[in-house]
């Protein structure tokens, strides 16, 4: 069974999940998109123990207290996105690394644009910082939840 809740954010509602007492999911969504992505009776609005110490671990980090997570992560995803998800995980709060920084890193220095596409991938927002990578020239590129948003949580961790 898959438990999950809502959290409200500086950022809009996020949507988290857990499965066998790991984080799973960590979103902006709405309920019509979590009816979309899973079978009907595969889930249950349940705030657990986890879900409890994950929503009070990301109000003091929207509250400028908390710099790092302590939460046990399963997100679903392939050999190499584990690969660059653990790499993005090494990034300390406040810094950036560039694609190619990170490409280096997981050992496929070409491999920018499959970074890329590992950090869109990125089901666990926030607590798996996809937010600080950039392009190699300084640039706000590619976000899922929206360039804003990752300007906004850039931002946050440079003023805190």
């Not at 653990?86 to 560039?98: N, V």
């Amino acid at each position: 069974m898959q438990y999950f809740s809502y959290i409200p954010s500086p950022l809009g509602t996020l949507l988290i999940t857990e499965e066998q007492n790991a984080i799973t999911r960590l979103s902006l969504s709405s309920e019509e998109t979590l009816l979309m992505q899973f079978p009907a009776g595969s889930m249950k609005e349940q705030e657990t123990p986890l879900i409890s110490t994950a929503k009070q671990q990301l109000a003091e980090y929207f509250q400028g207290t908390r710099k790092n997570f302590s939460l046990p992560l399963a997100p679903f995803g392939t050999p190499f996105q584990h690969k660059v998800w653990d790499a993005l995980c090494t990034i300390p709060y406040g810094e950036t690394r560039s694609y190619k920084e990170i490409a280096i890193q997981v050992g496929n220095p070409k491999g920018c644009r499959a970074v890329g596409m590992a950090n869109h991938r990125n089901p666990i927002m926030v607590i798996v910082p996809c937010h600080r990578v950039i392009g190699s020239n300084g640039a706000l590129v590619g976000y899922a939840g929206g360039l804003g948003i990752k300007e906004w949580l850039l931002e946050h961790e440079k003023n805190h």
